[in-house]
């Protein structure tokens, strides 16, 4: 069997495992504070994650042709095979060494350090796309502070609505409310993360002469939506308990005002075609509620482990990259 069919195969599983990876390891951030909060049961918010996980991974393309595109030139690639190989190999082991852990840390920033670093290490410097690439550092970069911003405010308006409202009222009324909240919350994942899979797979086909555009395939597009809905339905309980309890202590009312600005940021940046960090996003806007509560409320201890892992994610994975494309390119 021709070598460049093999590499091109072993990138769909690769690609396909990530997403299945990515659905137990972000998906655990999107449905973590309707756990916590007990407006659903884990059982239930996973399987809601899945179904809402799956429909958003089909709506949308956009974000998935920046991945393919934007990085670097896919059609400019020599060794482009080995190079995505790598890159995927890289993102799959920090995901899972920081799974392990419990630490959110950020599936994109993993996967379009990996593509960068394998790439750099493959062709030097020159061979990355600078203006796609800054525009997508700008939005993993803008999205947290963003969300953040849009969680104070949310949270500000509901104390203000709900100021004289009866307690247990509000709290039942919110915990309903956040069933919808959260299956946004996961529909909205689905609208972006499932894509970076279908932009690895595309790029992969496209350096192996097997697709000449940057259309996504339609069998890609199922293929990556059934893998992320697959790995969201095995969950990912110790992130659950990071995200969903560590940062603050988490009230429906909370759950839900973290839900809607989360779902708000990642949903604009599928529309204009950008790439986001669904743990980034949601962890920023748990914060962004905390404050407008009560500031010393916030686990600022955990939030800062939680950033320096955001700040380290690309470098390291970046590295990782480099290092497993010159061990991969000695063998193929």
């Not at 995200?243 to 973290?258: D, E, F, L, S, W």
Request: charge should be positive; include cysteine; proline fraction near 3%.
């Amino acid at each position: 069997m021709d070598m460049i069919l093999v590499l091109t195969i072993c990138i769909v599983i690769f690609a396909l495992a990530f997403d299945f990876i990515n659905g137990f390891h972000d998906t655990a951030n999107a449905i973590a504070t309707s756990v916590s909060t007990r407006a659903l049961t884990p059982r239930r918010a996973i399987l809601l994650a899945a179904a809402m996980n799956f429909i958003g991974a089909l709506t949308f393309t956009g974000v998935a042709k920046t991945i393919t595109k934007d990085i670097v030139d896919p059609f400019a690639l020599e060794n482009g095979p080995i190079i995505i190989l790598a890159a995927l190999t890289s993102a799959i082991a920090w995901n899972l060494i920081t799974w392990y852990y419990g630490i959110p840390s950020s599936s994109s920033h993993a996967l379009i350090g990996s593509i960068a670093g394998a790439a750099v290490s493959a062709a030097g410097i020159g061979i990355l796309n600078y203006q796609g690439f800054l525009k997508i550092l700008e939005s993993l970069i803008l999205s947290p502070f963003l969300a953040l911003g849009v969680g104070f405010v949310i949270m500000t308006i509901f104390r203000f609505l709900f100021k004289n409202a009866n307690l247990y009222g509000t709290t039942k009324g919110f915990r309903l409310f956040q069933i919808v909240t959260a299956a946004l919350q996961a529909y909205t994942h689905g609208t972006n993360d499932a894509q970076k899979a279908m932009g690895i797979i595309t790029m992969a086909l496209i350096a192996g002469g097997y697709h000449a555009t940057t259309d996504i395939p339609e069998w890609v597009r199922i293929a990556a939506a059934t893998a992320m809905g697959l790995g969201t339905a095995v969950g990912g309980w110790k992130i659950i308990k990071t995200v969903g309890g560590k940062i603050m202590k988490i009230r429906p009312i909370n759950g839900a005002a973290a839900d809607l600005s989360s779902a708000l940021v990642i949903f604009s940046a599928t529309t204009f075609h950008l790439p986001v960090s669904t743990t980034h996003v949601i962890s920023s806007a748990i914060m962004g509620v905390g404050a407008a509560q009560r500031v010393k409320g916030v686990k600022w201890g955990v939030a800062r482990r939680i950033v320096i892992t955001w700040v380290i994610t690309l470098p390291i994975s970046a590295l990782i990259a480099g290092f497993l494309y010159q061990v991969f390119n000695l063998f193929f």
